[in-house]
């Protein structure tokens, strides 16, 4: 009898270290994809970047606008990681700014490659937005994870750092994504 309840005991024992590894593993592989998933996001937003810097310097915009979109650029690549919110919001302004005058797209539509530059800026502008929808879903799901009280008691998220949202104004139009 003793030896029937010390087998169950040992073996109730080894089922429950051999979950607390599976969750383990598990949130290190959440913690995995919150980092790809910033990498993704940072390059996105360098993408939008080099494209919103290449219609600022083409020629193709009034001097005024070209000025703005430059500046707004030149502040998101430079900005540190703190700010780096701040910046990216405000190159999303400078960008829904150049695009807002009335005509802009029909009149540089009909100009050479103009018009691949604008679909160009729209679809680095709408990969902005998906990373970073994809990326704060990731967050949000290993910030559940870590909050557990399993993970917290035997602190199985380690040494990772906690991830933070990345919030943006993202928005090239006046509704919920990119134009």
């Given at each position: 009898?003793?030896?029937?309840?010390?087998?169950?005991?040992?073996?109730?024992?080894?089922?429950?270290?051999v979950y607390v590894s599976w969750r383990a593993g598990r949130l290190d592989r959440m913690h995995?994809?919150?980092?790809?998933?910033?990498?993704?996001?940072?390059l996105a937003m360098v993408r939008r970047s080099s494209v919103a810097y290449e219609l600022a310097s083409s020629g193709l915009l009034d001097p005024a606008n070209s000025l703005l979109l430059a500046s707004a650029v030149r502040r998101a690549k430079d900005a540190a990681q703190a700010e780096r919110d701040l910046?990216?919001?405000?190159?999303?302004?400078?960008?829904r700014a150049t695009f807002s005058q009335p005509g802009l797209r029909s009149e540089l539509g009909g100009r050479g490659g103009a018009g691949e530059?604008?679909?160009e800026v729209d679809a680095a502008a709408q990969q902005v937005f998906i990373a970073r929808k994809f990326y704060n879903d990731v967050a949000a799901?290993?910030?559940d994870a870590r909050r557990r009280p399993l993970a917290r008691v035997f602190r199985l998220s380690g040494?990772?750092?906690?991830?933070e949202f990345?919030?943006?104004d993202d928005s090239l139009a006046d509704g919920a994504g990119p134009a």
């Open positions: 009898m003793i030896w029937t309840l010390l087998v169950i005991a040992l073996l109730v024992v080894l089922l429950f270290a995995n994809r919150v980092e790809t998933a910033r990498t993704a996001l940072d910046a990216e919001s405000d190159l999303t302004r400078a960008l530059l604008i679909a799901r290993t910030l040494n990772a750092p906690q991830p990345f919030e943006m």
